[in-house]
């Protein structure tokens, strides 16, 4: 008998190894796939170059900015850069976030507060960020504060906007069956109103966060010393082509890595929603 049941264990562990395996390989095969486009286009940018389909001079091969990125990386010159631009704007973004997020509760909650600030709302988000640096830089100097200053401008509307969003598209339902149980109204807000809001605040924070780095590399190119946005403008005016595009690059990586963190978090504090995905 302890023969059979060993037999039956090894084969059971055998069946859990074969499927861990099988799940991994669909793991990276679908890794590959959603990989795919970015690899080609990184392989057209190497291959245009060199077939002198375009002047290499403005637009150089793919591995030779890789190259400069190297260098920049193992002088530390790079690091202080991109140092320099995700202090300034996770700063603005958490400002954002703790004005945007709790404002949002408030107006898509309370419909009389809504029709109140509806029109300076308006007002505000359809004013460009960049057309208020010349004010940022007026009122709070050409130091860090003016930068900061934009960023949590820039970030607050997304945010703002798909939090009240999220609060006006709760399902009526859920909230009148938690009245008839007699729920209080803090219990309401903490288990329905906050858990189905979550994805739509979770939109505003990945548009955010890419709003924080386009007019954070815009404000770096006045008053600035470090910052990506510096080191591109930097690079143009002394004709450093290579070490352009390696700015330019490391923002879109940069990008890539802030909107999969912030996927992820997403999926962690929604696992509650079905997926409706069928690939």
């Given at each position: 008998?302890s023969i059979?049941a060993?037999?039956?264990?090894?084969?059971?562990s055998v069946g859990?190894?074969?499927?861990?395996?099988?799940?991994g390989?669909?793991t990276l095969r679908?890794?590959?796939?959603?990989?795919a486009?970015?690899?080609a286009?990184?392989a057209?940018?190497?291959?245009l170059?060199?077939?002198?389909?375009v002047?290499?001079v403005?637009?150089?091969?793919?591995?030779?900015?890789?190259?400069?990125?190297v260098q920049m990386?193992?002088?530390?010159?790079?690091?202080n850069?991109?140092?320099?631009?995700?202090?300034?704007?996770?700063?603005g973004?958490?400002?954002a976030?703790?004005?945007?997020v709790?404002?949002?509760?408030?107006?898509?909650?309370?419909?009389?507060?809504r029709?109140?600030?509806?029109?300076?709302?308006e007002?505000?988000?359809?004013?460009?960020?960049l057309?208020?640096?010349?004010?940022?830089?007026l009122?709070l100097?050409?130091?860090?504060?003016?930068k900061?200053?934009?960023?949590?401008f820039?970030?607050?509307?997304p945010?703002?906007?798909?939090?009240?969003?999220?609060?006006k598209?709760?399902d009526?339902?859920?909230?009148?069956?938690?009245?008839?149980?007699a729920?209080?109204a803090p219990?309401?807000?903490?288990?329905?109103?906050?858990?189905?809001?979550?994805?739509?605040?979770?939109?505003?924070?990945r548009l955010?966060?890419?709003?924080?780095i386009?007019?954070l590399?815009a404000?770096?190119?006045?008053?600035?010393?470090?910052?990506?946005?510096?080191?591109?403008?930097?690079?143009?005016?002394?004709?450093l082509?290579?070490?352009m595009?390696?700015?330019i690059?490391?923002?879109?990586?940069?990008?890539?890595?802030?909107?999969?963190l912030?996927?992820?978090a997403?999926r962690?504090?929604s696992?509650?929603?079905?997926?409706?995905s069928n690939a």
């Amino acid at each position: 008998m302890s023969i059979i049941a060993t037999d039956e264990d090894r084969g059971s562990s055998v069946g859990i190894s074969a499927a861990r395996l099988s799940a991994g390989f669909r793991t990276l095969r679908g890794l590959a796939w959603k990989s795919a486009s970015l690899i080609a286009v990184f392989a057209l940018w190497e291959a245009l170059p060199r077939l002198g389909l375009v002047d290499r001079v403005w637009f150089p091969p793919f591995t030779q900015v890789l190259g400069v990125i190297v260098q920049m990386l193992r002088s530390g010159e790079l690091q202080n850069h991109i140092a320099g631009s995700l202090i300034r704007s996770l700063i603005g973004f958490g400002l954002a976030v703790s004005l945007a997020v709790p404002l949002g509760l408030v107006i898509g909650w309370y419909a009389r507060v809504r029709d109140f600030l509806t029109s300076a709302l308006e007002f505000f988000r359809n004013t460009s960020a960049l057309a208020l640096l010349p004010v940022f830089i007026l009122f709070l100097g050409i130091g860090e504060a003016s930068k900061i200053g934009i960023v949590t401008f820039a970030c607050f509307f997304p945010i703002l906007l798909n939090t009240i969003s999220g609060v006006k598209s709760v399902d009526p339902l859920l909230i009148k069956s938690a009245r008839s149980l007699a729920l209080p109204a803090p219990s309401i807000f903490t288990k329905i109103i906050l858990p189905s809001a979550v994805p739509s605040v979770f939109t505003g924070f990945r548009l955010a966060a890419q709003s924080s780095i386009l007019v954070l590399i815009a404000a770096e190119m006045v008053g600035a010393t470090r910052g990506l946005g510096y080191l591109i403008n930097y690079a143009q005016f002394n004709f450093l082509i290579p070490k352009m595009y390696a700015g330019i690059l490391t923002i879109a990586l940069i990008g890539l890595a802030v909107n999969q963190l912030l996927v992820t978090a997403e999926r962690r504090l929604s696992r509650w929603r079905v997926p409706t995905s069928n690939a």
